[in-house]
């Protein structure tokens, strides 16, 4: 992170963050464990949303050709967003979200965004 970008963080009282704004762990905490003399800096656990808690907004039905970025591309404008769909999906391989054709994908709001109903 640049000296500009930690000032601006500072200046407007936020914890500059280590992750990129679309990073699974953006927000996470970080913590640090000494042993042997030496102090371990490492990211404390990242909890994944239970399925059911997320707003539910679209489905995507698989086909053969079907990749899981460029379906997050299309729903959720940036392909490396992958990890959303497959917490909403109960996913802990992406790849297993599109070997299935027909699968109904399920597209959520990111975690703590409420919604209420949603028009199909």
Not at 7 to 27: C, D, E, I, T
Not at 29 to 48: H, K, P, Q, V, W
Not at 60 to 86: G, K, S
């Amino acid at each position: 992170m640049s000296s500009s970008t930690q000032a601006l963080f500072q200046f407007a009282g936020l914890k500059p963050s280590l992750f990129a704004v679309n990073s699974r762990y953006l927000g996470i905490e970080t913590g640090t464990l000494t042993r042997d003399g030496r102090t371990i800096a490492y990211i404390r656990r990242r909890f994944i949303p239970q399925p059911g808690d997320l707003v539910e907004v679209q489905k995507h039905t698989v086909i053969q050709t079907d990749r899981l970025d460029v379906i997050t591309a299309r729903y959720l404008a940036d392909p490396e967003l992958f990890w959303r769909i497959c917490d909403a999906n109960a996913a802990m391989r992406p790849e297993e979200l599109v070997e299935v054709i027909g699968r109904s994908l399920r597209i959520c709001l990111a975690e703590g965004i409420p919604g209420g109903s949603v028009a199909r």
